[in-house]
């Protein structure tokens, strides 16, 4: 995997580069606008340009906390829709691929039409917004009526929306083990891996969020950890980012605290023995 974290994006995105290069990481995700505001930001032509020439690793984007395209609130499905293309927007100025998205929540209409909802969502933002952007389904905890938290739920989606070439999935660790796959071990890591492949595609996967977990396996609770001191520990998680066939997969540490925090975990994570 390529070490990453999140970093901080304040002062625009090429600060998050600079960010990124003194820290020397391998990969990073950023928000390109406030992931607590509907109101997206705009994207100067002059700061795309520098970005693009400035970005020497790849990076990641996340949308909106606030998004949810299953939301029975028609206010809400309809600014969903609008953030979701303004996102991708930006990203295409930005020279972004890939966006990471957490599925959202049915509000009691259920799992299937909650999926049924945010595969179209997600059809016509792509057929908007044409291009190489890439979507990519974070799993989560379980919590409440949330979607994606199981790995065939993941899939259901992606076969609805049709688009494999601008589709995939964001494994994140933590809500993973939320959501009662365990991975505390190599032997865990392995066989929920393999389960991952037998269901999405473990080559589907085109970011992982590299999170311990506070709450225990299966409590469908999601609460991060830093690296070593929740519930998952090193041994599973080192095992993961070993793994050859994610050689090329963003590791985005998301941990609680400061950029130099989760460059920290990070270190920690990838630390050889």
């Known amino acids: 995997m390529l070490p990453g974290i999140h970093v901080s994006a304040a002062g625009g995105a090429v600060k998050a580069l600079e ?19 509907w109101k997206g930001r705009r994207i100067d032509p002059s700061e795309a340009r520098e970005f693009r020439a400035a970005r020497r690793i790849p990076v990641v984007s996340h ?15 309809v600014k969903s829709a609008t953030a979701l293309r303004e996102e991708l927007d930006r990203m295409e100025l930005l020279g972004i691929r890939d966006l990471v998205m957490h599925p959202g ?17 997600i059809a016509a933002a792509l057929e908007s917004v044409p291009g190489s952007t890439r979507i990519l389904l974070e799993n989560t905890a379980g919590m409440g009526t949330s979607i994606g938290f199981r790995f065939e739920q993941l899939a259901g989606i992606l076969e609805l929306v049709g688009n ?49 977990s506070r709450t225990p396996l299966a409590s469908r609770v999601d609460r991060h950890a830093s690296a070593g001191e ?14 050859e066939a994610l050689s090329g997969v963003p590791a985005i540490v998301e941990t609680p605290g400061t950029d130099e925090d989760r460059k920290r975990d990070l270190d920690i994570l990838f630390a050889e023995g």
């Open 19 to 37: 960010r990124a290069r003194a820290l020397s990481l391998s990969a990073a995700q950023i928000f390109t606008s406030s992931q607590t505001q």
């Open 63 to 77: 949308a909106s906390y606030l998004v949810n395209l299953a939301s029975d609130r028609p206010d809400v499905a």
């Open 105 to 121: 929540s049915h509000m009691g209409r259920g799992t299937e039409e909650g999926m049924r909802l945010v595969a179209a969502g």
């Open 164 to 212: 494999r070439g601008r589709t995939g999935i964001c494994l994140d660790t933590a809500h993973a083990f939320a959501a009662g796959y365990d991975l505390s071990t190599p032997e865990h890591v392995d066989s929920v891996l393999s389960e991952l492949d037998a269901t999405v595609g473990i080559d589907r996967m085109g970011a992982c969020h590299l999170n311990d």
């Open 230 to 243: 929740g519930m998952i520990g090193l041994k599973g998680l080192r095992h993961l980012v070993g793994q």
